[in-house]
């Protein structure tokens, strides 16, 4: 009777342990053991990391010049912005070493900030000696920018010239000695890009007006260079060193230097720059990654200003005497000036002047007007004078518009539209495609969280809208203004609301007249939420080879009590 009891339990106890482990089996077949990953958890609740400072202690400034002081005014105040945009970024006097030239006339004095005259054994001083009795070290960088006329491998400053190979040198010492291993390096020349080669290195970021064989232009205010303009614009409204770049290249293209200036940008240490993709971003073969995840400064006391709107290209006669030009400026910044300047139909700047010395910065000589702001609305309004300017609007065509707006902190915005001139005055009809591209992500990418999914799209007359569609369903549908820029389209989604592996994302530009243009690229959303390669179905299997097991120990029991 006991045994038989005995007997009983343990087969209730089979049973049981065996129908919880066949609930277990079924219930988990085929899924995914959930095991987060911090990383990914944080990348899906918060998206994309965020940019840091780059954590420079100091910043060396260098003034060139030749035997001709050819545009000496134009470098000093360049040079000047630029300290007054450090100085914005919360860097101290005492962090900053401005090299000046010695030569000074009444009408183009030594700058105010100078703190030791232009030669190349004050530049090898500065760099080995004094950055490190500012705190550059293992773990605080060094910045520079160097601003003159240019050459291929040599910067012009009085005396000796100083050669990439030399500054290579003394950044290679100053690393050595203090173990600073952060430089940024700014240089505003014709053929900057010669430098990029051979003081490319690890951790440092070259950025240069232009690349090896082009020259560089005076910006659209006469005060500075556009490049430089562009970039320290962007470094003042607290934007990261790449986006600043960006926007470098942007403002070049605005005021009308693009296809004859070239900036490049080199951070991943392969001594060769590349200018923004297509579409004006980076990265872009592979540099401009590590430039999008530093700023330079505080990261605080951020004067944003903004051209909000300015007219879609629009068409005039030449019975028209006066142009109109407006535009929209937002800021939260004092505004210095706004200016307009037009840039004529198969128009190029004047060639660069070369001699034994170097490259002459280029100068356009455009026409220029000061638009005026009379309500104080941020409404800002002018014309072109044909009495004027009559002889830069003889010809049938397009002319760039563009408009520049710069505030009392350095902070400068430039955009551009075109007035198109034809006999009568109106627009033709409308045939071309408009155009369209995403921006992010990139094709073929691995996407896995929260994506933001951003196009951009344009039209030569007027855009009507943009549409964002995953596997052809419409994500986003959104109509576009009456007047430029044109805004990003964003739709932001998260990979986890959606099947894993290949998606389709389209991106559609529709334009006034019906026009459509569109663009897909294929993503895959990938797991994020489990061990790479491990699935429970391994666990599953495990699970019924037990019962199995059980099962027949269970029934050779029965089978050794049977006999």
């Known amino acids: 009777m006991k045994n038989r009891v005995e007997n009983k339990l343990k087969n209730s106890h089979y049973k049981k342990l065996f129908f919880l482990m066949l609930v277990i089996s079924l219930f988990t077949f085929g899924t995914n053991i959930s095991i987060i990953d911090v990383e990914s958890e944080n990348m899906m609740m918060n998206g994309p990391k965020t940019a840091v400072s780059a954590n420079l202690a100091a910043w060396i400034i260098v003034a060139g010049d030749r035997s001709d002081h050819d545009k000496l005014d134009i470098i000093r105040s360049g040079c000047d912005q630029a300290y007054e945009a450090l100085i914005n970024r919360g ?8 090299l000046d030239p010695s030569y000074a006339t009444a009408g183009n004095p030594q700058s105010i900030y100078r703190d030791a005259d232009t030669t190349r054994a004050n530049i090898q001083w500065a760099i080995e000696t004094w950055a490190p009795t500012r705190g550059v070290d293992a773990t605080h960088g060094l910045g520079m920018y160097l601003f003159d006329h240019g050459g291929t491998g040599y ?42 080669n051979p003081v ?18 005076v910006s659209p205010g006469g005060d500075w260079a556009t490049f430089s303009e562009g970039f320290w614009s962007s470094i003042v409204q607290c934007k ?58 505080t990261g605080t006391n951020c004067p944003l200003i903004l051209i909000a709107w300015l007219p879609l290209r629009y068409y005039i006669n030449l019975s028209i005497f006066f142009i109109p030009v407006w535009a929209k400026v937002d800021t939260d910044d004092i505004m210095k000036k706004v200016t307009a300047r037009l840039i004529p139909p198969n128009w190029t700047p004047p060639d660069i002047v070369k001699d034994d010395e170097g490259s002459i910065i280029g100068q356009h000589y455009l026409p220029a007007i000061q638009l005026d702001d009379k309500d104080g609305d941020g409404n800002y309004t002018g014309f072109f004078d044909r009495r004027t300017h009559g002889n830069f609007l003889s010809e049938f065509g397009d ?16 955009e551009s539209t075109y007035i198109t001139q034809n006999e009568d005055g109106q627009a033709p009809p409308d045939t071309t495609l408009p155009t369209i591209s995403i921006t992010n992500p990139e094709a073929n990418a691995g996407l896995k969280g929260i994506v933001n999914i951003t196009a951009e799209g344009d039209d030569d007359q007027a855009l009507d809208k943009i549409q964002l569609y995953l596997d052809g369903v419409l994500l986003e549908d959104e109509p576009m203004p009456d007047y430029y820029p044109y805004p990003e389209v964003v739709h932001s989604l998260d990979t986890a609301d959606y099947s894993f592996g290949l998606h389709n994302i389209t991106a ?45 120990v269970k029934v050779r029991k029965k089978h050794k009590e049977l006999i």
Not at 269 to 290: I, R
Not at 512 to 532: C, H
């Open 240 to 297: 990261t060193i790449g986006k600043a770049f960006e926007d470098a290249e942007a403002f070049v293209h605005t005021a009308g230097d693009g296809g004859i200036q070239f900036p490049w940008i080199d951070d991943n240490h392969d001594e060769t720059g590349h200018e923004v993709d297509a579409w004006g971003n980076l990265p872009n073969g592979g540099d401009g990654n590590d430039a999008l995840d530093y700023w330079i400064g």
């Open 91 to 98: 860097f101290s006097a005492a962090d900053i070493y401005y």
């Open 508 to 552: 559609r530009a529709v334009d006034k007249a019906s026009n459509i243009q569109e663009t897909t690229i294929l993503v895959t959303f990938e797991r994020g939420d489990q061990i790479p390669g491990f699935q429970i179905i391994t666990f599953s299997f495990g699970t019924i080879l037990g019962i199995v097991i059980i099962y027949l």
């Open 399 to 414: 002319y760039k518009l563009s408009i520049f707006a710069k505030g009392q902190s350095g902070a400068t915005a430039g």
């Open 200 to 217: 490319s290195k690890d951790n440092r970021i070259i950025l240069t007006a232009t690349d090896i064989t082009h020259g560089s232009y």
């Open 155 to 196: 910067m012009c400053i009085p005396g000796t010239d100083l050669s990439d190979t030399n500054l290579n040198t003394y950044l290679d010492n100053l690393e050595a000695s203090s173990g600073c291993n952060r430089f940024i390096i700014v240089y505003e020349a014709c053929h900057a890009g010669s430098f990029i």
